[in-house]
C-alpha cells in the first residue's frame, strides 16, 4: 500500500497540511512524488508516497500520461484483471486501463458526457479484484475534507481530530466530481456523483451476502466432518488466495540483512495459525516467517492481582495471546519442520502506551472510540515488528526488528464462518435465519468498522496488510456455502480433546468449524480448539485503566 493525498482549492495551490506529509512518507518510505495541475483557474495538488512491493523495480508516484495530463495516486493491490493474475507493477496497468475508458490515449476513445465516462470507469474496474483506493485526474480507504471556500482534500490519512472535518470515503463505489461544475461557496454541490458497483451481470463488482438457510422438510442437513468435500475446497481456496499475497514479494531495500519478506500478526489463535500453516506448503522452506506477537503491560490487570505479586508478576508471559501465540508456534513448528518460524515477543511497558496514544488517536480518526483505541494498539504495536527473539528452548533472547514488508492478518474470518458469541447467541434464539441475518449484519459493516482504521495504523510503520479471507473469490466461494457447513451450531457439544485419535474425529467447538476441521486435518490439533479472543482482551489493551469505560465510549 502507498500513501495518498488530493486538494483542489480556488486561491492558491494547497499542499497537505501540517502532519499529514510525515504520515503519508510512514506509509511509503521508498518513494514520494508531488504534481500540481491547473485546472482553469483552480489547482489541483496530487501527492503519492510508495511503499514498493510489485515488480522488479520502483514505480514513482504520481503517474502522469504526457499527452493527457491524466495523473493517477494508486494506493491498492490489483491480485487479478480480467480474471488473470497481475505480474509485474499493478499501478502502472491500471493506469493504462484508466486511460482507454476514458479516452485519453489512441485505443477506443469514449465521449466526455459524464453517464458515458462513468460507466467506462465501472467498466474497467470490473476488470479489477483486489483492495484498493485512488485518486484518477481525467484532462482498501480515503478521507476527504470539503472547505467552506470550495476546497477539497483527499488523504490516505488526516492530521487528528482538531484538524478539518475529515470524513472516510464509503467503500460502496466510485465517486466522481465534475470540476468545472464547482461552485466558489460549496465544493460537491450538486456535482458530485455516486457510482455504486453493480449487482449483477458482467460488470458486477459488489458482493452482496447470500447464505442458504433453509432445506426442504424431511431432507437431512449434511454437516460438515473430516472427509467432507467443504474442507478440501476450503483449503483450495485459502491456497489460492494466499499464493496471491505471499508469492513473488520482493526484498526489503532498505535492510542490509533480510531475516523475513513476510510476517503474520500471530496471536496463536485459529484464524491466524491456520494462515501460517497453508502457507508453509506456498513458501520455499528457506524464506522465514515472522510471527508478530503482542502483550501489553495492565496497570488493572497487575493492581487486580494483588500489591504483594506484583513484584513476582511478568505482566507480558500472562496475556493470553502470549500463552496461545506459544503453543500454537511450537505446534508448527511440529507440524512443519525445516522452517524457521521467528515468534517476535513484542513487549509493551504501559509508559509507551501513553506516549504513543496521541499519534494513535490521530491515525484512527475519524473513528474515535474506547474500543477503536485499544484494538489499534495492540495492531498499531504488533506492526511495528520491534521485539525481541528466543533461539531454542533455552538459548538467548536477542532484540529484533522484523523487516517484513508484508503482514498477513486473519480478518473476516470470524465474519465469513460464524466465529463471535453473538453468532451462537443468534442461533440459539432464531436457528439458521437469526445466525444468518447476523452474518449479514456483520459483513456489511466490516469495511466501516475495521479496514479503513487497521489500515492506517499498521501501514505508519511502512508495512502493507493483507487479508486472504477477504479475497473476492474466497468471499464469493465462502458466501455460497450453507450455514450449516460453516458451523456446527445445533449439533451436540462436547469439548475438544487435547490428543485426538486417528479414528476418532473430535465435536469441535461449534463456531468457524469449517475452520477448525482444516485445521485439524492439517495436523494442528491443539490450534483447531482454540476459543474466540477479541484482540483487546488476549493482548490486554482493553480497560488499561481504574476508572470504568465502556467500549463506545468517545476518547476524551
Given at each position: 500500500m502507498c500513501g495518498i493525498f488530493f486538494?483542489?482549492?480556488?486561491?492558491?495551490?494547497?499542499?497537505?497540511?501540517d502532519g499529514i506529509p510525515e504520515r503519508l512518507c510512514c506509509r511509503g518510505p521508498d518513494h514520494s512524488g508531488h504534481i500540481e495541475v491547473k485546472h482553469t483557474s483552480r489547482f489541483c495538488s496530487f501527492v503519492s508516497s510508495v511503499l514498493s512491493l510489485r515488480g522488479d523495480s520502483l514505480v514513482t508516484q504520481p503517474l502522469q500520461d504526457s499527452l493527457s495530463g491524466s495523473v493517477l495516486c494508486w494506493n491498492g493491490e490489483a491480485w487479478k484483471i480480467d480474471g488473470a493474475a497481475v505480474h509485474g507493477n499493478d499501478a502502472q496497468t491500471v493506469f493504462n486501463i484508466l486511460l482507454r475508458a476514458v479516452g485519453s490515449d489512441d485505443c477506443s476513445p469514449v465521449t466526455n458526457e459524464a453517464r458515458n465516462v462513468d460507466d467506462a470507469i465501472i467498466q474497467a474496474f470490473s476488470r479489477v479484484s483486489g483492495p484498493y483506493a485512488f485518486v484518477f485526474y481525467s484532462a482498501r480507504s480515503l478521507l476527504r475534507s470539503n472547505g467552506l471556500d470550495g476546497s477539497i482534500m483527499i488523504s490516505s490519512v488526516c492530521n487528528g481530530p482538531s484538524a478539518a472535518n475529515w470524513a472516510e470515503v464509503e467503500a460502496n463505489g466510485i465517486y466522481v466530481i465534475y470540476l468545472p461544475a464547482i461552485s466558489s461557496s460549496k465544493a460537491t454541490e450538486g456535482v458530485e456523483r455516486h457510482i455504486a458497483w453493480p449487482e449483477s451481470g458482467e460488470q458486477q463488482k459488489a458482493l452482496t451476502y447470500s447464505r442458504s438457510i433453509s432445506v426442504q422438510s424431511g431432507v437431512e442437513v449434511s454437516r460438515s466432518n473430516l472427509s467432507s468435500p467443504a474442507v478440501d475446497a476450503l483449503l483450495k481456496n485459502l491456497r489460492h488466495s494466499l499464493a496471491l499475497r505471499v508469492l513473488d514479494v520482493p526484498d526489503p531495500p532498505a535492510h542490509s540483512t533480510i531475516t523475513a519478506k513476510t510476517a503474520i500478526l500471530f496471536s496463536g489463535g485459529l484464524d491466524c495459525t491456520l494462515l501460517a500453516r497453508v502457507m508453509h506448503d506456498l513458501l520455499p522452506k528457506d524464506q522465514d516467517i515472522d510471527l508478530l506477537n503482542v502483550a501489553f503491560e495492565n496497570p488493572r490487570v497487575l493492581k487486580a492481582a494483588g500489591a504483594d505479586r506484583i513484584a513476582s508478576i511478568n505482566p507480558y508471559s500472562q496475556c493470553p495471546d502470549r500463552v496461545t501465540g506459544i503453543s500454537?508456534?511450537?505446534?508448527?513448528?511440529?507440524?512443519?519442520?525445516?522452517?524457521?518460524?521467528?515468534f517476535v515477543s513484542?513487549?509493551?511497558?504501559?509508559?509507551?502506551?501513553?506516549?504513543?496514544?496521541?499519534?494513535i488517536i490521530t491515525l484512527i480518526y475519524p473513528h474515535n472510540t474506547e474500543m477503536d483505541l485499544s484494538i489499534a494498539c495492540a495492531l498499531y504495536f504488533a506492526a511495528r515488528g520491534s521485539g525481541s527473539v528466543r533461539f531454542g528452548s533455552a538459548g538467548a533472547t536477542v532484540s529484533y526488528t522484523s523487516s517484513a514488508r508484508v503482514l498477513l492478518s486473519g480478518l473476516g474470518a470470524d465474519e465469513l464462518f460464524a466465529g463471535y458469541t453473538r453468532h451462537a447467541t443468534a442461533f440459539s434464539r432464531k436457528g439458521f435465519q437469526g445466525l444468518s441475518d447476523e452474518l449479514e449484519l456483520d459483513y456489511q459493516r466490516l469495511g466501516k468498522r475495521n479496514l479503513g482504521r487497521d489500515d492506517r495504523v499498521i501501514s505508519h510503520w511502512g508495512r502493507e496488510v493483507r487479508y486472504p479471507y477477504l479475497d473476492e473469490d474466497f468471499l464469493r466461494w465462502a458466501l455460497r456455502l450453507p450455514l450449516w457447513e460453516v458451523c456446527g451450531f445445533g449439533q451436540p457439544l462436547a469439548p475438544a480433546p487435547t490428543a485426538v485419535q486417528e479414528d476418532d474425529e473430535p465435536l469441535l467447538d461449534p463456531s468457524k468449524k469449517l475452520l477448525r476441521l482444516l485445521c485439524l486435518k492439517l495436523g494442528m490439533k491443539s490450534a483447531a480448539a482454540e476459543k474466540k479472543r477479541a484482540i483487546q482482551f488476549g493482548a490486554r489493551t482493553a480497560k488499561m485503566e481504574a476508572r470504568r469505560t465502556k467500549g463506545t465510549e468517545i476518547l476524551s
Open positions: 486538494s483542489y482549492s480556488g486561491d492558491t495551490n494547497r499542499g497537505p497540511p500454537s508456534h511450537a505446534e508448527l513448528q511440529q507440524a512443519c519442520p525445516g522452517r524457521t518460524w521467528r513484542i513487549d509493551v511497558p504501559f509508559v509507551e502506551t501513553v506516549s504513543h496514544r496521541p499519534e
